[in-house]
Nanobody, 124 residues
Framework: QVQLVESGGGSVQAGDSLRLSCAASGLAFSSTVMSWFRQPPGKEREFVAGISQSGMLTKYDDSVRGQFTISRDNARNIVYLQMNSLKPEDTAVYYC?????????????????WGQGTQVTVSS
């Protein structure tokens, strides 16, 4: 079965960096769009960044553009989210998600598979 396992979250100070990883198994990873979403405390889950099957195309929410970088390693079936200059408002549970249908969207409904999430807490 498909598994997405996130790692790399933690508690950091404002201005610090973290790199999240999502290891995928049970799917044709190099044919799958991968994205990161996050759910801040008391809020809805929101799109953060997405990357196309080859890694050539990326999308970002305006709130993280220039601050976060999404990348993937198709040889290792891993997608990354490099987060720099973290702010308290980046505090959230971060989820990776997979869309194997060929789309490249920002809406949750497009994504068939989800990880369990990893907590990122940024203190000021």
């Amino acid at each position: 079965q498909v598994q997405l396992v996130e790692s790399g979250g933690g508690s950091v100070q404002a201005g610090d960096s973290l790199r999240l990883s999502c290891a995928a198994s049970g799917l044709a990873f190099s044919s799958t769009v991968m994205s990161w979403f996050r759910q801040p405390p008391g809020k809805e889950r929101e799109f953060v960044a997405g990357i196309s099957q080859s890694g050539m195309l990326t999308k970002y929410d305006d709130s993280v553009r220039g601050q976060f970088t999404i990348s993937r390693d198709n040889a290792r079936n891993i997608v990354y989210l490099q987060m720099n200059s973290l702010k308290p408002e980046d505090t959230a549970v971060y989820y990776c998600a997979a869309d194997s249908t060929g789309g490249f969207g920002r809406t949750e409904a497009r994504y068939e598979y989800w990880g369990q999430g990893t907590q990122v807490t940024v203190s000021s």
